[in-house]
C-alpha cells in the first residue's frame, strides 16, 4: 500500500469508525464490546482491499461487512443475547426523547436479525430503500417486506403495552 493509500485509510478511519461502531451495536444485538470486534474486522477487510475500494465507495464497503458479519454472527449462535448497554453510542446528552429511544432500541432488539438490519440501515442510518437493497444483497421487495414487517411488530408492542 502506497503512503498516499496509508493517509486515505487513517483519515477514513477517524472519520467513519464511530459511526460504524452505532451501526454495529445497533444491528448485531451484541454488547458494546462484540460491536467493536465486528467494526475491527470490518476495518481489517477494508484495509485489505483499500486499494481497490478506496476510490468507490468504502463507507458503503465497510458498513456492508459490519451487517452482514453481525447476521452471520447472529445466525451462528440463533440466540441472541440480552444488551446491556443503556445508549448507543453518539447518543445527545439530554435530550428530551432518550426514554423513548431506549425502548425502540429495545424493540429492535427483539427482531430476527436480518429484519433488524433492514429497519437500522432504512431508516436510523437514513439509506434509501434500493441502498439498503444493495448493502444486504437482497432484493428491493425484500426490504420494503422485512421494513413492513418489523415496523408492524413494533407497533403491535406499542398497542399491547410492551414497548415502554
Not at 464490546?33 to 486499494?51: F, I, M, P, R, T
Not at 451462528?76 to 443503556?86: C, D, G, K, W, Y
Not at 431508516?123 to 439498503?132: G, I, L, N, P, V
Request: hydrophobic share 40%; charged share 30%.
Amino acid at each position: 500500500m502506497t503512503d498516499e493509500d496509508e493517509a486515505a485509510f487513517d483519515e477514513f478511519v477517524a472519520a467513519r469508525s464511530t459511526s460504524l461502531l452505532r451501526t454495529a451495536v445497533l444491528v448485531c444485538g451484541a454488547s458494546a464490546h462484540d460491536a467493536e470486534d465486528l467494526v475491527q474486522g470490518a476495518l481489517e477487510k477494508v484495509y485489505k482491499h483499500w486499494s481497490r475500494i478506496r476510490r468507490d465507495n468504502p463507507d458503503a464497503y465497510a458498513r456492508k461487512v459490519v451487517v452482514n458479519a453481525a447476521i452471520n454472527k447472529a445466525r451462528r449462535r440463533r440466540v441472541l443475547q440480552e444488551i446491556t448497554f443503556a445508549r448507543p453510542p453518539e447518543t445527545a446528552a439530554g435530550s428530551p426523547d432518550v426514554d423513548l429511544r431506549d425502548s425502540l432500541i429495545e424493540e429492535l432488539r427483539r427482531l430476527p436479525p436480518r429484519m433488524r438490519a433492514v429497519l437500522v440501515l432504512r431508516y436510523w442510518e437514513d439509506q434509501s430503500e434500493s441502498a439498503t437493497a444493495a448493502l444486504l444483497g437482497c432484493s428491493l421487495g425484500t426490504v420494503k417486506s422485512q421494513a413492513a414487517r418489523g415496523l408492524a411488530k413494533i407497533r403491535e408492542s406499542v398497542k399491547e403495552g410492551v414497548f415502554r
